[in-house]
């Protein structure tokens, strides 16, 4: 575990680095911390350099403060880890959350995302939804700071894929509460109004469907459909996988292979 880098608000964001060659940046979902995604850079360590950073209020980058928890900070923040490890453009892979913060990396710096990879979406919700997941992301943060992280987490964990919940249980242990209270402030602030908003786009994405209601397995069509530069992966959730190493046997081959698609246009495209 590293500083990979500190911001003017003081907070340190931790992480890991492994492997040499492209840079990959790495984003966990919300809950588990990057531990849950090591498996997998391990797995693409051979030929590229994976950078594994702690969402800010996660694992070990602690944030209390519910204003630094928007969405343009973890867009800033992951524009931040790129530059620290001095490099100017990255590959993109995100998990839930961190699928959201890739996704709004590529609309607002195109430049920096050579591709993405967007495992088990967060939905996109209408204004009820929305209401609805305010108020439970909200319940979610008063428990954290009166009765702790585990009660808190009773609220979502009967509802999510059996491989989201047993990375959010195991990583429960390594969080803060008062930072993961915080963190909960992220509902406040909507991502995205409309898939529409998405088709501006043009990173090539690979988008690997979720399986829960959280995570809907039919957005992840819709997606591929919307982004101008979007695929949908033959591989994705379900109740097969358990654990952070069932997940990296069953994405790294899909993801190695799309990267390794995208560098060779990149290749093809300077020689042009």
């Not at 590959?91 to 959350?97: I, M, S, T």
């Amino acid at each position: 575990m590293r500083t990979l880098h500190v911001g003017d608000d003081g907070w340190p964001l931790m992480g890991e680095v492994v492997g040499r060659g492209e840079l990959i940046i790495m984003l966990h979902g919300g809950g588990p911390d990057h531990h849950s995604m090591r498996p997998l850079a391990d797995r693409l360590a051979g030929r590229y350099r994976v950078a594994l950073p702690d969402i800010r209020g996660y694992g070990a980058s602690r944030c209390p403060d519910p204003t630094l928890h928007r969405w343009d900070q973890y867009v800033t923040d992951t524009l931040a880890v790129t530059h620290a490890l001095d490099a100017t453009s990255a590959h993109l892979v995100g998990a839930g959350l961190g699928g959201t913060i890739a996704l709004r990396t590529c609309l607002q710096h195109p430049q920096i995302a050579r591709s993405a990879v967007i495992i088990s979406a967060e939905a996109i919700e209408d204004d009820a939804d929305k209401a609805a997941d305010v108020e439970l992301m909200d319940r979610f943060a008063e428990r954290a700071r009166s009765r702790g992280l585990q009660a808190a987490w009773e609220l979502f964990i009967p509802h999510l894929a059996p491989l989201i919940a047993s990375l959010v249980t195991e990583a429960i242990p390594r969080a803060d509460a008062y930072s993961a209270a915080a963190a909960a402030a992220i509902g406040h602030d909507r991502a995205f109004a409309t898939v529409e908003q998405l088709r501006r786009i043009d990173t090539p994405t690979l988008i690997i469907a979720g399986d829960d209601a959280r995570h809907p397995t039919h957005l992840a069509r819709t997606l591929a459909d919307v982004l101008p530069r979007g695929t949908l992966a033959k591989a994705t959730m379900s109740n097969l996988l358990v654990n952070a190493d069932d997940m990296a046997r069953a994405f790294a081959p899909v993801i190695g292979e799309f990267f390794a698609t995208v560098s060779d246009r990149d290749a093809q495209d300077d020689l042009h």
